[in-house]
């Protein structure tokens, strides 16, 4: 039995082994990350405050603020903000310093600076937004600077009783710090301008108020803020190459085994095909066609009555060259074909002008008897 599971094993490997050699996996798109829309919840608190005639630490009090947003791309969202707490100002002579509550709802477009500029990547733990939206201010509980012109006879100007309604429009920047997917700390700077009432004095240069805020806070996504593609892969199969036929090989044979021979004659001192000569290697070609394990065996001779040795061994050498071209021309291919230059050592004929000749012998290992052609 541990020797059939052991077959079974080696079988298996050489199986995945074999299958790895002509597979290939090739990526074609990587894993991305993309957004997801999504809901947040944030919640802030830290310091407001609001310009007026004294010291700095003189006008600032405490701020909370709570928001809902929906992010509906990488780059942009939206989101509702309810903040106040109270405001506090002074009124510089008679000296009086008095303090007012306010509720503020807004609506406010959200941009993401970080993706904008540098691309959406969700492992990037730093995201600065920046926020203008609008919105009204509630204010309320004004008994501070009413008590305060009753006693000391304060012209306030914009005074106002009970409470008051007031449009704000407001802008700023923040900046979240991912601790996780859901969970994110932040701060958040940002500027409201509310009317001339607002703090119950006549402004010097315009009539406009402003109501700044500093806030630190808290961010839970509620939901998956995003995710990533699956990886796309192309599968190239590689089929084994089948070997090629082995050709036959050349087998130079003795004359005696020749199965036939060709003659071509040329004229003298020439060695270009005469087209009395085409009629032979049409023949041949067509022999050679039928018979594809046929070979043919070019030599080229010269006639010794005229020129001298240098110059026949170039003319035989040429006349088989220019034989072989033809058959390859015609498809014949030329492993089946060998060349021989005898020059005017050998002279096959007694006829000196028969001696200006290729002769084409043929051995045709299923006809190996010579035959007349």
Known sequence: MRKILSALVLLLTVTLATHAQQAERRLVAPSMPFFVPHWYVKAQVGGAYDVGEAKFTQLVSPAIQLALGYKFNEFIGLRGTLSGLWARNR????????????IQPA???EADLTNLFF?????????LYAFL????????????AVEADKRFGIDFQKLWHDSRWNPVI??????????NDQIAIGAEVNANMLPDHWNSKMGRHD?????????????FNLGRSYGYTDAQYEVIEYVQPQPEPAKPQFVDVPIEKISFNVNIQFLINQSVIRSNQIPKLQRLMAYLNEHPRAFIRLSGYADKETGTPEINMRLSQERAQVVSQYLMDQGIEEWRIRRFAKGDKVQPFDIPEDNRVCICFVYDPDNPVPMPY
């Open 119 to 127: 691309g959406f990547d969700p492992e990037r733990p730093v995201s």
């Open 107 to 109: 609506i406010e477009a």
């Open 133 to 144: 939206g609008a919105g009204v201010a509630l204010a309320f509980n004004n008994d501070d």
């Open 91 to 102: 009124y510089a002579y008679p000296e009086a310093k008095y303090s007012w509550n306010f």
């Open 207 to 219: 009539n406009r108020d402003w109501h700044f805020n500093a806030l630190l806070g808290i961010k």
């Open 170 to 179: 407001r802008g700023g920047v923040g900046l979240d710090y991912a601790i």
